[in-house]
C-alpha cells in the first residue's frame, strides 16, 4: 500500500456554500461565527401532520448563473442546483482563469449522501395521478447523484 508521501498534493484554492446560513462563505461564516442558527420552522411545505416541524431549509435562490444554460437549470434537481453553485463559488473564490488553467489539475470535491430526492417525490406525484406514461424522460439523470460533477 502506498504512504502518504506518495499521494499527489492538494490544495484548497476556493470555498463554496450554499447553507440554511447563507449563500457564499462571507455571509455563511458571518451567520455562523455570530452563534446564528439556520433551523426553522418549515415552510416549503405544510409540516402539520408531522412530528418534526423544524428544518434548515436552503431559501429561495437562483441556481441560473452557476449553470451552462438555463435549460441544464431546469433539468437539474434542487441538490444539483445546491451542488453546481457552491462550486461555482468554489471556482470564483479560487480566482481562477479556467482559459489559462490545465482543467486536468482541477477538480471540485462534493459531498453528499443522496440525490434527487424532490425529483424522487415529484414523478412519484406524476405516476399516482397521471400514470408512468407521464413520468419524465428526464428522471433517471436528474435522479443520480454525480449529475451535479457531470454539469460542472
Known amino acids: 500500500m502506498a504512504g502518504p508521501s506518495s499521494y499527489p498534493r492538494v490544495v484548497v484554492t476556493g470555498l463554496g456554500v450554499v447553507s440554511?446560513?447563507?449563500l457564499g462563505m462571507e455571509p455563511f461564516w458571518r451567520r455562523l461565527i455570530a452563534g446564528d442558527c439556520g433551523v426553522r420552522r418549515i415552510t416549503q411545505f405544510d409540516p402539520a401532520q408531522h412530528?418534526?416541524?423544524?428544518a434548515a431549509e436552503i431559501g429561495e435562490f437562483d441556481p441560473n448563473?452557476?449553470?451552462p444554460t438555463?435549460?441544464?437549470?431546469?433539468?437539474?434537481?434542487?441538490?444539483t442546483k445546491f451542488a453546481v453553485m457552491a462550486g461555482h463559488q468554489a471556482l470564483l473564490d479560487?480566482?481562477?482563469?479556467l482559459e489559462r488553467t490545465d482543467l486536468?489539475?482541477?477538480g471540485v470535491f462534493i459531498g453528499s449522501g443522496i440525490g434527487g430526492l424532490q425529483t424522487t417525490e415529484d414523478q412519484h406525484t406524476v405516476l399516482m395521478q397521471?400514470?408512468?406514461?407521464r413520468i419524465s424522460p428526464f428522471m433517471i439523470p436528474m435522479l443520480i447523484l454525480n449529475m451535479a460533477s457531470g454539469l460542472f
Open 20 to 22: 440554511s446560513l447563507g
Open 51 to 54: 412530528d418534526c416541524q423544524i
Open 65 to 67: 448563473p452557476s449553470f
Open 70 to 79: 438555463p435549460k441544464d437549470a431546469r433539468r437539474s434537481d434542487r441538490y
Open 94 to 97: 479560487a480566482g481562477l482563469d
Open 104 to 106: 486536468d489539475q482541477v
Open 130 to 133: 397521471k400514470g408512468p406514461g
